[in-house]
């Protein structure tokens, strides 16, 4: 994917909503996300596309063409977000999915055409916003490849219901490796399989804000 100016856009997962970070805690937060990663111990793992579907933002004022994800074998991708939730908790910033329905770019029946939806997949609701190790937020993770102002008419969002992607779609074949960070003009990028952090001028496949 290209921007408007012909700069790459790799696809990405986020991990994080995005985050007003001031400028004197930039530093505090990157070293306490570096850490939380780092204790994650999150291997470079592969994925598998799950389903195609329609959801909106939040403020329901923009609709997202995306590619659900299923669980990787070790649940990496859980684990990553547990990791940026809890560093983002700690630095005073609420976490991605972690207020139940409708928190972050989800919402409860968004996938209600998707033929991998579980129960046990839905997000719970709380009274409190910390970091639960125990939920699934495996339907959540999703690649955005197109956009819309304009909510979907309801035989578009059925009929990706009714495509086997599996059929026309394979997962990449890169390993995803690294959490990316933009703050401010700089990209902190953090490498899955070593126990550094460093900036770059790049744009990640696993990405916060």
């Not at 910033?93 to 991998?116: C, I, K, R, V, W």
Request: charged share 25%; proline share 6%; aromatic share 8%.
């Amino acid at each position: 994917m290209l921007s408007p100016l012909g700069a790459p856009l790799p696809l990405h997962i986020s991990l994080s909503r995005t985050l007003q970070i001031k400028t004197d805690d930039r530093d505090r937060f990157v070293q306490t996300l570096a850490s939380g990663l780092m204790k994650a111990s999150v291997k470079p793992f592969n994925i598998q596309f799950a389903a195609l579907g329609w959801v909106p933002n939040f403020q329901r004022n923009r609709w997202f063409l995306i590619l659900t994800i299923t669980k990787p074998v070790h649940d990496e991708l859980n684990r990553l977000l547990v990791a940026c939730n809890k560093a983002a908790e700690k630095c005073g910033h609420p976490g991605l999915y972690t207020g139940g329905s409708g928190d972050g770019p989800m919402e409860d029946n968004a996938f209600q055409n998707s033929p991998t939806k579980k129960k046990s997949d839905a997000p719970r609701d709380r009274k409190d916003t910390k970091t639960d190790e125990s939920v699934d937020f495996t339907r959540n993770f999703h690649i955005s490849i197109a956009w819309s102002l304009e909510e979907p008419d309801h035989e578009w969002v059925s009929l990706l219901g009714n495509i086997d992607l599996n059929k026309h779609l394979y997962g990449p074949e890169a390993t995803f490796d690294k959490v990316k960070a933009r703050i401010g003009n700089h990209v902190h990028s953090f490498d899955l399989s070593s126990r550094k952090g460093s900036t770059t001028k790049g744009v990640g496949i696993l990405g916060l804000g």
